[in-house]
């Protein structure tokens, strides 16, 4: 990467970023929905301690992967409509480095917030003390992918009409192995078992998400634009 | 593999296979459904219920099958541009979707007598429900365009990203099952097959991969039909 | 040999799969060959009009 596609990839990153945090930018919205979400499970299945605390780490990051998932969908529209995207394509960068570029900034502008706040939502959740430093550190490793396969499914929708929905059809099913993994690394600090191997997995799973997910959400933003 | 991108040598090739893949699926299905139901035993842990084994375990193969299918199309279309490629994983989607959806379905019947439930999360089952949301996923994104051309290539990249998750997905779900509930279960696959159980088994899957070809062979024409339909309508349109 | 009418309880339980199978497969085959047949006869009922066109464009 040369000094000046580096000087594009963090304009385009900044940039992303103020977008986020403007006013109806996604960061605060799924931040909220993040809160609202999870407050919701103890009407739903009831306040008692224990209950709660067998399903805090599940509940924290399906409602994390969900809050993701919703700021996702219209991670590329507005650029693809207003037809700045284009002229993005043609830089140096290259459309997988523009891609890349906003998932760094998706990441940080609207995922990172949520691990700040998990954990508020584990206190709420009655999640055992031992668990705090492993789910924050398994959302800080996991969220990356993501945010990696839900680039992909946002370029692969951004043409169409209200495309969140399919978004979500297609983007869930890939998001299934990050969460088990996640979990089962949190689970494993609530039960006091060495989250070792999970938390491996799931830097894996990030790792390959990196690798794909950057070229394929390129190859799809390519069709959209042809 | 150009050779076959022209529609009417396709054409002529299907018309070629389809007889032949008709005799073989009746007399597969035939001879094996004799076996399923008559000319084999009881399993003696499982009791009569084996027998669901038959439909079961092909289709799930089949299911599998068929995903690699539209994989395979996918990568040819996006690699070689192939036309017929794109039509193929069109066509082979909803079969591969049918025989997941009968997968799970004959599973869980399976498993009530069996496990006393219909629905275990056990890990081949779940895995398998994962690939049947891909299906959906791949059928969607087909008609949420109006340029068929423009979906198909989308559908495509989407395939080749799910055939990279397949592998991680049943990993990840074979851990999760095995952290959450020790193999207590009756596994769908025994230890041993004998050869009893394992001849109806395998009839019933050639009998399966000989329906895909079929209606395979049969959709693919269908796509083919529609696409001359379009330019047919085009080309009226440019007229007036 | 065993009675085909006999499986006991588990009876409803392997002809509810075998009939679900037959039910899915013949269906989608059923969906598929109709929709090609129609897709066929469009097309050629579509073709002769343009030959004819193309015949009155060439008078």
């Not at chain 2, 842990?45 to 395979?72: D, K, L, N, T």
């Not at chain 2, 429900?129 to 791949?138: A, I, R, S």
Request: charge should be positive.
């Amino acid at each position: 990467m040369t000094a000046s596609s580096f000087g594009i990839f963090t304009g385009l990153v900044k940039r992303d970023i103020r977008l986020a945090w403007s006013q109806g930018g996604t960061g605060t919205m799924a931040l909220s929905f993040f809160l609202i979400a999870v407050t919701l499970f103890p009407f739903g299945v009831g306040p008692e301690p224990k209950i709660l605390a067998r399903i805090a780490p599940g509940v924290i990051w399906v409602v994390a992967l969900l809050a993701c998932l919703i700021s996702l969908d219209r991670l590329y529209q507005a650029d693809f409509e207003d037809g700045s995207l284009d002229d993005l394509a043609l830089s140096p960068l290259g459309l997988s480095g523009v891609a890349l570029a906003k998932i760094c900034a998706h990441w940080v502008s609207t995922v990172l917030p949520l691990v700040v706040a998990s954990p508020l939502l584990g206190l709420l959740m009655n999640l055992p003390a031992e668990a705090y430093g492993t789910m924050v550190f398994s959302l800080l490793l996991g969220t990356p992918a993501l945010s990696l396969i839900g680039s992909m499914g946002a370029a692969l929708t951004v043409s169409v009409r209200r495309g969140g929905v399919l978004l979500s059809l297609l983007v869930l099913p890939l998001y299934v192995p990050t969460l088990i993994f996640a979990v089962g690394a949190v689970d494993a600090s609530a039960n006091m078992v060495d989250p070792a191997q999970p938390l491996a997995l799931l830097g894996a799973a990030s790792l390959l998400a990196l690798v794909v997910g950057p070229f394929a959400s390129a190859q799809a933003l390519r069709l959209a634009l042809e | 593999m150009h050779r076959f991108a022209n529609p009417a040598q396709f054409n002529r090739l299907a018309d070629r296979i389809l007889p032949w893949a008709k005799f073989v699926l009746a007399a597969s299905l035939l001879y094996g459904l004799y076996l399923a139901f008559l000319g084999s035993p009881p399993d003696r842990q499982q009791g009569e219920s084996v027998r669901i084994m038959y439909v079961h375990v092909p289709a799930a193969w089949m299911a599998m099958f068929c995903y690699m299918v539209v994989a395979g199309a996918s990568f040819t279309e996006i690699v070689w541009r192939h036309p017929l490629a794109l039509l193929a994983g069109k066509a082979a989607a909803p079969i591969g979707a049918t025989f997941t959806a009968l997968a799970l379905i004959t599973g869980a019947l399976w498993g009530k007598p069996t496990w006393g439930t219909y629905w275990q999360w056990d890990g081949r089952m779940t895995s398998v429900l994962v690939l049947f949301f891909l299906y959906l996923g791949y059928m969607a994104i087909w008609r949420s365009m109006d340029e068929e051309d423009k979906a198909g290539r989308a559908a495509s990249i989407l395939a080749l990203v799910g055939v990279i998750n397949i592998p991680i997905i049943k990993f990840s779900v074979e851990w999760w099952n095995t952290l959450h509930q020790p193999a207590s279960v009756l596994r769908l696959d025994g230890p041993t097959i004998d050869s009893s159980m394992l001849w109806p088994l395998l009839l019933m899957a050639l009998a399966f991969k000989a329906y895909f070809v079929i209606v395979f062979l049969y959709r693919m024409k269908l796509e083919i039909n529609r696409r001359k339909l379009t330019v047919l309508r085009m080309s009226q349109v440019n007229r007036r | 040999m065993t009675d085909l009418f006999d499986m006991g309880s588990v009876g409803p339980f392997v002809w509810g799969a075998y009939g679900a199978t037959f039910v899915g497969l013949a269906g989608l085959a059923v969906i598929s060959l109709r929709a090609n047949a129609q897709a066929a006869k469009e097309v050629e009922r579509m073709r002769p009009k343009r030959r004819r066109n193309k015949a009155e464009e060439e008078n």
